[in-house]
């Protein structure tokens, strides 16, 4: 399982949250995985447009606010895909099986639903929220 997304999300709101500069060993250690990985998802985060990141002391800043960035925002940047892709399907269904003939277009379709509620849940949702959730939790 890919862990990009959580992990992402994670950073961002250490970087929202922490006063600064907080780098990626901090980072790495509040994750519980090594700094090149956060390196990684930090990377991709300002690809992306969302962070900016100085090495050494200067440490990582948010480019967007956290109410105005979207988990699916978050999503598409570290997946490195414009729409998510969840579910796959298998390669080689059997033509001559009636089953095997129908099974890729009612999947395909069904999958294609699921992916689109999961994107439109993503975007109602905001790191904001995420942050409001871990305060709720600290209560």
Known sequence: MDT????AVHVLILISESP?????DQMAESV????SYVRKILALLKKAGI????RGIGGCTMLIPSEQLTL????QAVMEQPKPHLLDIHQNPNDRCVVGRHIRPVLTDMFGEVEYAFAH???E???ADC???IRNKMQ
């Open 125 to 127: 949702k905001t790191l």
């Open 20 to 24: 600064p500069p907080i780098n990626s």
């Open 72 to 75: 699916l925002q978050i999503y």
């Open 131 to 133: 942050i409001a959730e």
């Open 32 to 35: 519980g995985t090594n700094a």
């Open 51 to 54: 962070v900016d990141s100085h």
């Open 4 to 7: 990009k997304f959580s992990v």
């Open 121 to 123: 849940s993503l975007a």
